[in-house]
């Protein structure tokens, strides 16, 4: 509590939501960590001044999006030709690709695939992840067939 953590970032406790633990983190992100950040930042940039002005400090900004999360939404922002892929290979510290300033180019079949993500219209992989056979390797039975017998 001295350090205004969220109760989440310690445990899990009992009857916080997902939700709930998400606002905190805003919440932390912006009120805590973010003013302690540029009060830092301040006090180097006052030090580093003294020796030379060749260069300035900043902080990168305190995310709340995982290495997941942000590999979907580059995805997501690559497949609708929002951003090229050099801005991700940037944003991840690789160099540019020489073919990487142009938008992706999806083949028909991977479109296709990406409409079928986003509506959540894969009606045959469904069927297939109904039907599919147990580890065991013996199919499923039918719903209200109960257990089998060896």
Do not use: W
């Not at 009992?14 to 606002?23: Q, T, Y």
């Not at 003013?35 to 900004?61: G, M, S």
């Amino acid at each position: 509590m001295a350090h205004r953590v969220p109760i989440s970032k310690i445990g899990t406790p009992m009857g916080v939501s997902l939700a709930g633990a998400k606002d905190a983190d805003k919440t932390f992100k912006e009120q805590v960590c973010r003013p302690t950040q540029d009060y830092a930042e301040k006090k180097l940039e006052r030090v580093i001044a003294e020796v030379t002005d060749a260069f300035k400090l900043r902080f990168n900004e305190l995310t709340l999006t995982d290495e997941e999360m942000q590999a979907r939404i580059d995805d997501v922002y690559l497949k609708d030709k929002v951003i090229v892929p050099n801005e991700v290979r940037l944003r991840k510290g690789l160099p540019p690709r020489a073919d990487g300033d142009a938008v992706l180019e999806l083949k028909p079949q991977q479109a296709a695939d990406a409409v079928a993500d986003a509506k959540g219209t894969r009606e045959r992989d469904q069927k297939r992840t109904i039907n599919a056979p147990d580890k065991q390797g013996d199919a499923r039975n039918p719903q209200g067939e109960g257990r089998k017998q060896n």
